[in-house]
């Protein structure tokens, strides 16, 4: 199942109808990014006041379930009445909504408020429509909750600060301004709910904070990894590399599709480039940056296509707990569906391919920047000395990489048991999907640089041209980023490449000459 890709960018999706197909990756950023309005179906009603009629004929039959008429986690084994389960719901979002440190950015509050909404609208989950109807209320009327982003082993705290919102309590930016949570509520003309039995477990379990951030760096990385072969070939042309690296002969004896695939992305891109083919002979071979563009970009474009399957699985998944069936009489499953392993592993794995690609894109930076080997002024500037040109943005790139490797350390493989040792090995998906999130707009970063300087690297081969794809994203970049004649304020340069990158311009510019770039 491939739902990443689609014809439609996230920016153009005006409204994601819920409860009707499975939902996309590019679903959850044209809500979570560009503001897309969230619908319920029939289908996504019919199931939710089901689920909640079956959840409640189990309370009044004094069904001893989980989180509903016992305690959570180690107080598992004590018995909570039938007068108490609403207690019960408002206290585990009261008491855990500790996590702490900066609060979220808006983009990662609604992909988990969205993931929320698709987890519990599955029908397995027994909480009301009303509860659901206000959290899709929060998205559509732009409620923001508070929610600290440091502190999560998996789930439970950062939902629940989010869910404090719901009651009417917590706090949450509306118009801009940080409010309290009934403040906010009131602002927009809505009303807080008050949560019934299993309501407040089933708005705090689960991986939905770990999905939605996977979601964001998977559609980050893969945008990323395409901009990297534009950015590759630019600077391969720029650097007199020979384009023979990228026969198709030679790609079709490595059994791995995604090399191929990216050395034909290259060959497409550099087509009918008067610097490519002067220099396609000027050179025996190329350094590894440039020569092995197809296997390195290749290699990362493979796990970034294994972790779309799994987190699209994820996403259209129910990771609730416990979980209710409606068949025959019902039925309530203690289970372990909240356990994020499946995502976080791959989180984890696309750091490792990001950091990859970080790392070759680096390399090619500096040797477009180092007259040592790149037989281009020093630093890109004509007048080295007086002016240090694009000295120091290889530094910055350098300083990059280096975050990204220290985040590129594993967050699965760790364990630190918690409640009394009932949850005896804790997944800490959170964080590897975290920091996944976070590599994959530091590489946005060092791929603008990169870009920057196979620009600039391309006014000294004037009068040659280049390919009239580099030609295009040349004066995409030209339009807001001069030539450097003399040293400047970068730090606008920089910020607008990255701006494109992530916003997907760089990519449609190319797509419209070439067609959709192949990963």
Request: with cysteine; net charge negative.
């Amino acid at each position: 199942m491939n739902t990443t890709i689609s014809k439609i960018h996230p920016k153009e999706i005006q409204k994601v109808t819920l409860g009707a197909e499975v939902i996309s990756i590019n679903e959850i950023i044209a809500v979570a990014r560009y503001d897309a309005e969230v619908l319920f179906s029939q289908n996504y009603l019919e199931r939710v006041n089901l689920s909640r009629s079956v959840i409640e004929k189990f309370l009044d039959e004094e069904r001893v379930i989980y989180g509903v008429t016992t305690g959570f986690g180690s107080n598992v084994t004590e018995t909570i009445s039938t007068e108490d389960a609403e207690i019960l719901q408002k206290n585990i979002i009261r008491s855990h909504a500790v996590s702490v440190g900066d609060p979220l950015e808006k983009e990662v509050i609604r992909s988990i408020q969205f993931m929320i909404l698709v987890n519990l609208g599955n029908g397995f989950s027994g909480v009301k429509l009303a509860t659901l109807e206000l959290l899709r209320s929060l998205l559509n009327h732009q409620i923001i909750p508070f929610a600290p982003g440091e502190g999560s082993v998996g789930y439970l705290a950062i939902e629940a600060h989010m869910a404090l919102v719901l009651m009417g309590e917590g706090k949450a930016w509306y118009n801009g301004e940080l409010i309290p949570g009934n403040e906010a509520l009131e602002k927009a003309g809505l009303q807080p709910v008050s949560l019934g039995c299993k309501e407040g477990l089933s708005l705090t379990s689960g991986s939905t904070s770990v999905t939605a951030l996977a979601s964001l760096a998977l559609y980050n990385s893969i945008q990323a990894v395409k901009t990297a072969d534009i950015a590759g070939a630019m600077s391969l042309e720029a650097l007199k590399g020979t384009i023979k690296a990228f026969d198709p002969r030679i790609h079709s004896v490595k059994r791995h599709e995604e090399q191929a695939i990216t050395a034909r992305n290259i060959v497409k891109i550099l087509e009918h480039s008067e610097i490519a083919e002067k220099y396609q002979d000027y050179r025996v071979q190329d350094a590894h940056s440039m020569r092995c563009i197809p296997q390195a970009h290749g290699a990362v474009k493979k796990v970034l296509k294994d972790a779309e399957l799994t987190i699209s699985n994820e996403m259209n998944s129910t990771s609730d707990n416990p979980i209710i069936i409606t068949e025959d009489q019902g039925d309530a499953l203690m289970v372990g569906n909240f356990d994020g392993s499946f995502v976080g592993i791959y989180a984890d794995t696309m750091a490792i391919a990001m950091a990859n690609l970080a790392k070759v894109s680096e390399r090619r930076l500096d040797r477009l920047v180092n007259y040592h080997v790149s037989e281009l002024p020093s630093f890109l500037v004509a007048k080295p000395g007086l002016n240090n040109g694009y000295m120091i943005p290889q530094y910055t790139a350098a300083g990059l990489l280096n975050e990204i490797r220290v985040l590129v350390h594993p967050a699965t493989v760790d364990n630190t048991p918690t409640s009394a040792n009932q949850e005896d090995v804790v997944s800490f998906a959170y964080f590897a999907a975290k920091k996944a999130y976070q590599i994959s707009k530091k590489l946005e970063y060092i791929l603008a640089l990169e870009l920057m300087a196979a620009v600039q690297a391309l006014d000294f081969h004037q009068p040659l041209q280049p390919s009239p794809v580099s030609q295009k994203v040349y004066d995409l970049i030209r339009s807001a980023v001069p030539t450097v004649e003399e040293d400047r304020y970068f730090y606008p340069d920089i910020q607008f490449i990255t701006n494109i990158i992530h916003e997907g311009e760089i990519l449609k510019t190319v797509e419209l000459i070439i067609g959709k770039l192949d990963w």
